[in-house]
Nanobody, 124 residues
Framework: QVQLVESGGGLVQAGGSLRLSCAAS????????MGWFRQAPGKEREFLAA????????KYADSVKARFTISRDNAKKLVYLQMNSLKPEDTAVYYC?????????????????WGQGTQVTVSS
């Protein structure tokens, strides 16, 4: 069974850091592009970052590219999102996504595998 399972969310003070992890499970599940989206209360889901299989290509939303870093460990089938200088407006549910497409995309429609999400709350 193919699954994406996020971990690492929680409560952090403004200015702090968190590292989210996402484990891809499934014996033959080996996606190309992986990434992260988030959805804050009352807002639409928002693209954050994506990374190619090799890690050579990354893409970030302008709102986070100076503060967030995406990386992956293919041997462990993990993708990470390092989040620094967190702000209260970063409070949201964070979703891990994956696709077999090679394109490092920023649209929801390009990702057909989604995790259940992990809550990140940043207090002021």
């Amino acid at each position: 069974q193919v699954q994406l399972v996020e971990s690492g969310g929680g409560l952090v003070q403004a200015g702090g850091s968190l590292r989210l992890s996402c484990a891809a499970s499934g014996l033959f599940f080996n996606p190309n592009t992986m990434g992260w989206f988030r959805q804050a209360p009352g807002k639409e889901r928002e693209f954050l970052a994506a990374i190619s299989r090799s890690g050579d290509t990354t893409k970030y939303a302008d709102s986070v590219k100076a503060r967030f870093t995406i990386s992956r460990d293919n041997a462990k089938k993990l993708v990470y999102l390092q989040m620094n200088s967190l702000k209260p407006e970063d409070t949201a549910v964070y979703y891990c996504v994956a696709t077999y497409k090679v394109l490092v995309a920023d649209a929801e429609r390009d990702y057909n595998y989604w995790g259940q999400g992990t809550q990140v709350t940043v207090s002021s």
